[in-house]
């Protein structure tokens, strides 16, 4: 359950002001068919965390778990950090909204969009740390839909009214917290 859980609101948190929760705004504003745009953001975030969370579970079993331990809390603080660096949206992830229909443009911007994002190095981490792929990817699944369907609903309305710094920062200190206690040895899986 606390890998459901922390998959869930570290991810809800990081995608605040992320660049596809301003894509949710963008396709909104542009389509203004929030159910297509809500689909196509779930099956693409359920393939791309899909994909994430099976690397996560492969590295589990690559890495020797000493190393595994310097990796994940390493990689953790790192997700800190680029956590407080804003996203943009980028002009290529935009212009295939005009090419396809709103499902199709909302689930290959976001698929595309979050290849190497934040959200899906974290979900890798967290797949890797909690050895839990399939209730990580459940629980990062749902942060992307509480931080972007609303964005989808209500848009440009609610963007200027979210205290980004401190979203951020929260979520920055999660995944600090997350580094620094996988470093000290928590979570850690006991063989006897």
């Known amino acids: 359950m606390e890998s459901l859980l922390v998959s869930t609101g570290v991810v809800a948190l990081a995608e605040i002001g992320d660049k596809t929760q301003l894509l949710a705004f963008l396709l909104a504003a542009r389509f203004k068919k929030p159910l297509p745009i809500v689909l196509g953001i779930l099956i693409a975030t359920i393939l791309n965390h899909g994909l994430a969370g099976a690397l996560g579970a492969w590295i589990t079993q690559a890495v020797q778990p000493e190393v595994l331990r310097w990796v994940l809390g390493l ?3 790192g997700m800190a950090v680029w956590t407080l660096i804003p ?6 992830e935009a212009s295939v909204a005009r090419r396809f229909g709103v499902f199709g443009a909302t689930l290959i911007t976001f698929f595309l969009a979050e290849m190497g994002d934040k959200t899906q190095v974290a979900t890798v981490a967290l797949a890797a740390h909690y050895a839990a792929p399939v209730t990580v990817i459940v629980g990062t ?8 369907v609303p964005a989808v609903f209500v848009g440009d309305r609610l963007s200027g009214r979210i205290p980004m710094r401190l979203v951020h920062g ?3 200190g999660v995944f600090v917290v997350l580094g620094v206690a996988t470093l000290l040895g928590a979570g850690a899986r006991v063989d006897f």
Do not use: K, Q
Request: aromatic share 4%; glycine share 4%; no cysteine.
């Open 75 to 77: 990689s953790f603080i």
């Open 87 to 92: 996203d943009e949206i980028e002009e290529e």
């Open 141 to 148: 699944t749902l942060g992307m839909l509480v931080a972007d």
């Open 170 to 172: 929260t979520a920055a």
